[in-house]
Every structure is written in C-alpha cells, then in structure tokens.
C-alpha cells in the first residue's frame, strides 16, 4: 500500500459531505442508495449512527465506504452498508483500495464492540441457461437454489416512446387497462405526497404481516433527496390506490417501495404505477432502472421480468468478529430455523392489528430490522 495513503473510519455527521457526494457521483459503480440523503435519513429518523470510511491519496479522496452502526435493545449490534435497502458496499479507485476500506471496518467492529460487520454488494449478470457459448463470465441460474436472491436491473432505452415498444403486447394492453378503469397517476417531489405514499405503504404492509417504517422514515429521505426522490401515486377518483417511490443518481433510477391496495388489484393499478415511473425516468434521461431484491422465480420475479428486468448476483458478506461467516458456519442457525418457522404465524397475528396499532409499534420494530 502506498505510503501516500490514508484510510481512517470518521463519524458521518463529522465528514464533508460535500466531498463525500462529488466522489460518489463521478463513480461507476455508485447507487442511488450511495448518496449521503441515505446515511442522514437513517440517522435523522432512526437515530443510528452513520459512519464513512474514507481512503485520501494525499489530499485527495480515492474511496468510501458507507456503514450504518445499529444497535437493538436486545440481541447482536451491527455495522450494515446499507440497511433497508440492496446494496451499498466500497467505492473505490481500483481493489486494493476497496479491501484497505474493508480492512478498516473491521477494525471498527472491535473499536464499537459491533459483533457483525455486513458488506452489501452488486455482483454480475446471470445467464438463463447454461448455454457454453453465452458470456463465461455470467453465471447461470440453473446452478443456483430457488431461495436464491437477486438483484433485477432493466437497461433503458433513449425515450419512453421507444421503451413502450419495447413490450409485448399483453405488458402494452395492462397498462391501457388500468387507464380504461377509470385510474389516473399523478408525479410528485413535494414533501406532501409522502403521506400520501404512506397511506397506500401502510395498509400493504399490514396486509403483507409485516412491520412499516415509519412515517418520519420517508419523510426524512424526502427531506434529504429533495427533487432525487420522486413519488408516483395512483388514484380512483380521489382515492389512492398505489404508490411508489424513486431514487435517483448518476444515470441510475431505483425502486425500494412500491405497493397497491388489494381490493383494488383487479383494476391493475400497478402496472400503471411502474409504466408511470419507468417512462418519467427513462425521458429524463436515466440509462438503468433497478427494481429492487426479488426470489428467482417468484412472483415478483416474474413481475419484473416482464418489464425487461434481468437478475444479478446480490453478493452479501458478514464477518463475525472480523472473521467471515460462512454459510452453514452461523451459530444462531438454529435460532434463524425457529424463527423462519414461527414467520407464518407472526404474519398471521400482525395481519389481525388494527391498522393504527400496527402503524404505532411496527416502526419500533422496523428501525432495528436491517432488510
């Protein structure tokens, strides 16, 4: 390692933003999640502290590393880079910087006391089949187990116009439907749709079992992306029914939440929520949609699939006291069996709160809930 390099673990709330930003926006391989909007929301609304390691060639910074230190009131604390979201690893000028940033991270873990540091990453595209003669340096699916998680990312082309071509007919004849019901999508970037959004995203994640961020969670994100976060809204009349949102950066529009109201499904709200979303961004010029984590072969696979989507490798590593966890290495195995088991019967209970109650104790969850 050059002598002339500096790596060093700095509070978020202590490091420039200003340098942090430009560094993260002239970056390949950087994410709308990237931006520092998310590090300040998670601290602002949840109150985890964020942390940046920084590499500086001389004076001039050559790689980051964002992490956020979460800390439940019970069980393992954690540095995540990112949590609530996909991805979110090293940036860095070339590998052997990118491992320095690693290195040092893991010091923080023993500084902090943290026991787990969890390293999110985008890895390669992956074939649909095993054909010898397609890309070598794509994996196919058919090696992977059906529990495998993916990243499903849609190159896109130079105009909406050209992107609604681009779809097959039935793709073309569901978004029509939606506007033949009587449905109508509406753009935002005022704080104010935010609970709009909310209104939608918490009945949904009700309905899914699930706990809800809270209401505080979105609104600082918007107070923090200001015009990079758009929020898409679908209405009956004047009901909504769907709701997305959208992050921007570089030449990348990503997707963390979108969600409709089940009884109005039959109307297909979301197809005309993502064909709102995907043709607004693509004739602002973005270059890449991310559709956000999926189950290869699962519904929502499917779903983004047939938008034009393909899955990448999602590469997530932990380190337990700075060793790395294999799989089938976890001790808490055992406990992540138990709980997978008891998941439907949580599910079932949460879906039977009444809908205030679980707005008011789900974000008590959620905030310590990384996924």
Request: glycine share 8%; aromatic share 10%; with cysteine.
């Amino acid at each position: 390692m050059s002598a002339d390099l500096h790596i060093r673990a700095s509070r978020f709330n202590a490091f420039p933003a200003d340098e942090y930003n430009r560094y993260v926006a002239g970056h390949s391989a950087a994410t709308p999640y990237h931006r520092s909007a998310w590090l300040h929301a998670t601290e602002q609304a949840y109150d985890h502290t964020g942390w940046v390691i920084s590499a500086h060639h001389k004076e001039t910074l050559c790689g980051v590393l964002p992490l956020v230190e979460v800390k439940p009131p019970i069980g393992t604390s954690s540095l995540v880079t990112l949590p609530f979201c996909d991805l979110g690893g090293a940036l860095a000028d070339n590998e052997e910087i990118q491992e320095q940033l690693i290195t040092e991270a893991k010091a923080l873990t023993k500084t902090n006391r943290v026991k787990i540091l969890e390293i999110r990453e985008g890895g390669e595209a992956l074939n649909a089949g095993s054909d010898a003669t397609r890309d070598q340096n794509k994996q196919s699916i058919d090696a992977l187990p059906g529990s495998t998680k993916v990243r499903m990312l849609c190159d896109l082309p130079e105009n909406s116009e050209a992107l609604f071509k681009s779809y097959k007919p039935k793709l073309r004849s569901q978004i029509r439907k939606a506007e033949k019901n009587g449905l109508r999508a509406e753009l935002h970037t005022e704080t104010g749709a935010v609970e709009l959004f909310y209104e939608v995203f918490a009945q949904n994640m009700r309905r899914l079992g699930s706990p809800v961020h809270s209401l505080q969670w979105f609104q600082e994100l918007k107070a923090a992306y200001g015009e990079h976060m758009l929020i898409g809204i679908v209405f009956q009349a004047d009901k909504p029914v769907g709701a997305g949102i959208v992050l921007l950066g570089g030449k990348e529009a990503c997707i963390p939440w979108a969600s409709t109201l089940e009884e109005f499904n039959r109307l297909a709200p979301n197809m005309l929520l993502y064909w709102t979303l995907l043709s607004h961004v693509c004739d602002l010029g973005y270059t890449r949609f991310d559709f956000g984590r999926s189950t290869l072969d699962e519904g929502t696979y499917r779903f983004k699939k047939q938008w034009g989507a393909q899955p990448y490798r999602l590469v997530w590593t932990e380190y337990r006291s700075g060793m790395l966890n294999l799989p089938g290495n976890d001790s808490n195995s055992s406990g992540a069996s138990v709980a997978s088991q008891l998941r439907p019967l949580i599910e079932n209970i949460w879906r039977r709160l009444p809908l205030s109650f679980a707005n008011w104790v789900g974000p008590k969850l959620r905030r310590y809930i990384t996924l």
